[in-house]
């Protein structure tokens, strides 16, 4: 069946260092989201990318969604305690009717 | 705050037993999805409504069923509670893409 992975499944970083997290779809998507979950709440949208190959900036966040549109990914710059969460891809299809697979998701945890 | 509300927060279930939870969608918008979320998951989409009409649906039986009302608020109905069922259960509405989460009921089942 349709999956998307992400990786890595944790990641435990020292505040300022860098942090990337990968999505994998088996399919050719629509579209992609992506979304933050902090403990014990839930999932925040972030962005959504739809063209092959865009990447989009949130301040200390990049987005990229990869030339077959089955690949994304995020990667935040100097992380700080308040990037403390899970990180979750959710790739779209119009087509179908399994219309959103959500990623396995990534937790990130920030050392102060 | 996104303005999507659910209830009830918790609920304690036995098996076999039946379960409504129920969403409203943020102002505005005429589409809701459902997810279950498991402990230490990623959200595994259960249905979706457009204006009263079910538009997809995800890897789970039909004793999973839904509805939308007029207003566009929604319910979620699970028959004969299985131990597994026990999860967090979250809607979704969205007006065109960005999905709006409320949040969730914590489903328990005994």
């Known amino acids: 069946g349709q999956q998307v992975m992400q990786i890595p499944q944790y990641q435990h970083v020292q505040e300022g260092e860098d942090f990337t997290t990968y999505c994998n779809s088996s399919?050719?998507?629509?579209?992609i989201q992506w979304y933050k979950q902090r403990p014990g709440g839930h999932p925040v949208f972030l962005i959504q990318?739809?063209?092959?190959?865009e990447v989009k900036k949130q301040k200390r966040l990049t987005f990229q969604f990869g030339e077959a549109k089955k690949n994304s990914s995020l990667h935040i710059t100097a992380t700080q305690t308040t990037d403390v969460g899970t990180y979750f891809c959710?790739?779209?299809?119009?087509?179908?009717?399994?219309?959103?697979?959500f990623g396995t998701g990534t937790r990130l945890k920030v050392l102060a | 705050e996104t303005g999507v509300t659910q209830s009830p927060t918790h609920l304690i279930k036995t098996r076999g037993q039946q379960v409504t939870l129920r969403c409203s969608s943020q102002s505005g918008h005429n589409t809701v999805s459902w997810y279950q979320q498991a402990l230490g998951q990623g959200p595994q989409f259960i249905f979706q409504?457009?204006?009263?009409?079910?538009?997809g649906r995800g890897n789970f039986p039909p004793r999973f069923s839904g509805l939308q009302f007029p207003n566009y608020s929604s319910e979620l109905n699970v028959n004969a509670l299985e131990l597994d069922d026990s999860a967090l259960y979250l809607c979704?509405?969205?007006?065109?893409?960005?999905?709006?989460f409320g949040p969730g009921t914590r489903l328990t089942v005994l």
């Open positions: 399919t050719t998507l629509s579209n």
């Open positions: 409504y457009y204006r009263e009409e079910e538009n």
């Open positions: 959710a790739g779209h299809r119009t087509s179908g009717t399994y219309k959103y697979i």
């Open positions: 979704a509405s969205s007006g065109w893409n960005e999905q709006f």
């Open positions: 990318l739809v063209k092959s190959g």
